[in-house]
Nanobody
């Protein structure tokens, strides 16, 4: 079992930045691949970014160049640094633990409860 807890969401103006954190417990974090997904009201959950256990990185085209995923194995934490935020980035952001890179959310094994990010225009 893996427990995931996100934090760092909030309200920010367009062009601003936020850093989300996701702390994992219950299993050896360094062996886990970690992803970030988001879900806006009335829309399906969508892939945002993924970092493998070896720190290979993958991004959705919509966030490439603006968001950065990273991990700190000593702190059992994965981060999502979000810069140049746009109103369309408004969503609940979830972290998830998965064995391999995929954009399909149902292939991830564990999920956090999510943190709200709201970007005002």
């Amino acid at each position: 079992q893996v427990q995931l807890v996100e934090s760092g969401g909030g309200l920010v103006q367009a062009g601003g930045s936020l850093r989300l954190s996701c702390v994992a417990s219950g299993r050896t974090f360094r062996n886990l691949g970690m992803g970030w997904f988001r879900q806006a009201p009335g829309k399906q959950r969508e892939f945002v970014a993924y970092i493998s256990w070896s720190s290979s990185l993958y991004y959705a085209d919509s966030v490439k160049g603006r968001f950065t995923i990273s991990r700190d194995n000593a702190k059992n934490t994965v981060y999502l640094q979000m810069n140049s935020l746009k109103p369309e980035d408004t969503a609940v952001y979830h972290c998830a633990a998965g064995r391999y890179y995929t954009v399909r959310d149902h292939e991830y094994d564990y999920w956090g409860q999510g943190t709200q990010v709201t970007v005002s225009s």
